[in-house]
């Protein structure tokens, strides 16, 4: 079993659509949670980050961390054509490297 | 604005061929991480540095071969291709949990 897991996709959704994208985990000891987006031929960028469980906003995007269930999520409101990319989540404990998942592909559609 | 960067941005060689992927930062961070990402897979780190003078390997098995003589410069080698090594490349650099990620270097080899 993978330490973290994620749906690869492809996911393609109509402009507007809110989106929702996971990621399950089995080590208990990730204490930090982040989510980075990576637009085709170029390297990943940070989105959104947090180390507690609950839900952290930041414009149209949402990150939600549950921690008795070993499961984060991302949410995307009101999609945009630009937010076509694949989106990965990554996470890592207090004192150990971080591990990525493999990407989940989201094409937005106008 | 670009803080980090890789070059060659692509790369297309022949069997044998020794290539040196570099990869610079203006932060001063003294992190830096060398991944490998094949389509539709998740990043593997292959190599990283906390510091001058510091390498490690990573979690994924490679037979590429780093160097940190400056804070700045983290080349990595390869001393002789082959088309298993064909894969994208991006190097990272961090000073807390956030990984800022180079626009990577596209290796093919023949």
């Known amino acids: 079993q993978k330490e973290v897991e994620q749906d690869p996709g492809p996911l393609s959704v109509p402009e507007g659509a809110i989106v929702s994208l996971n990621c399950t985990y089995s080590n208990s000891a990730f204490q930090y949670f982040m989510w980075y987006r990576q637009y085709s031929r170029k390297g990943p960028e940070l989105l959104m980050y947090?180390?507690?469980?609950g839900n952290k906003e930041d414009g149209r995007f949402t990150a939600q961390v549950d921690k008795s269930s070993k499961y984060i999520s991302l949410f995307i409101r009101d999609s945009q054509p630009s937010d076509s990319a694949t989106y990965l989540c990554?996470?890592?404990?207090?004192?150990?490297?971080?591990?990525f998942g493999p990407g989940t592909s989201l094409s937005v559609i106008p | 604005e670009a803080d980090i960067y890789q070059t060659p941005r692509y790369l297309v060689i022949g069997t044998g061929k020794k290539i040196t992927l570099e990869c610079s930062q203006t932060?001063?961070?003294?992190?830096m991480y060398w991944y490998q990402q094949d389509p539709g897979m998740e990043l593997h780190l292959i190599h990283y540095?906390?510091?001058?003078?510091?390498?490690e390997k990573g979690d994924l098995s490679s037979e590429s071969t780093v160097s940190r003589i400056r804070t700045e410069h983290f080349p990595l080698t390869l001393e002789s291709a082959r088309p298993s090594h064909t894969s994208q490349y991006l190097c990272a650099h961090s000073q807390g949990d956030e990984q800022f990620f180079g626009p990577g270097t596209r290796l093919t080899v023949l």
């Open positions: 990554a996470m890592k404990t207090s004192y150990d490297k971080v591990i």
């Open positions: 540095s906390y510091g001058v003078n510091s390498t």
């Open positions: 932060m001063g961070h003294d992190k």
């Open positions: 947090t180390y507690s469980s």
